[in-house]
């Protein structure tokens, strides 16, 4: 059994940027892929970014502006996410599942067991 807390989300400004954290009890992450979504007023929940052994997957919308990394001594996984736009606003939310390789994360809700509560980022001025 894995739990997952996210934290970090806050309204930031255009431009701006910010580092979502999700940290993981229970269980090392070490052998998990690790799923970041979003759901934005009115839309479905989209996968945005997935990582599992050394490879990392982004949509093209985020693409060159979100970072997924991993502090496996804090079994903590980090988003960072720079050049925030108001388009990013949404509930963020980090999904984990140990067999899982990412294929599809972008629409992968049903992949993923194990589910942090999200964290709201809103990009506004």
């Known amino acids: 059994q894995v739990q997952l807390v996210e934290s970090g989300g806050r309204l930031v400004q255009p431009g701006g940027s910010l580092r979502l954290s999700c940290a993981a009890s229970?269980?090392?992450?070490?052998?998990?892929?690790i799923g970041w979504f979003r759901q934005a007023p009115g839309k479905e929940r989209e996968g945005i970014s997935c990582?599992?052994?050394?490879?990392?997957y982004y949509i093209d919308s985020v693409k060159g502006r979100f970072t997924i990394s991993r502090n496996n001594a804090q079994n903590t996984v980090y988003l960072q996410m720079n050049n925030l736009k108001p388009e990013d606003t949404a509930i963020y939310y980090c999904?984990?599942?140990?067999?899982?390789?990412?294929?599809?994360?972008?629409?992968?809700?049903?992949?993923?067991?194990?589910w942090g509560q999200g964290t709201q980022v809103t990009v506004s001025s």
């Open positions: 990582n599992r052994d050394n490879r990392t």
């Open positions: 999904a984990a599942e140990k067999y899982y390789h990412c294929l599809g994360y972008e629409s992968g809700i049903d992949e993923f067991v194990y």
């Open positions: 229970g269980s090392t992450l070490d052998y998990y892929a």
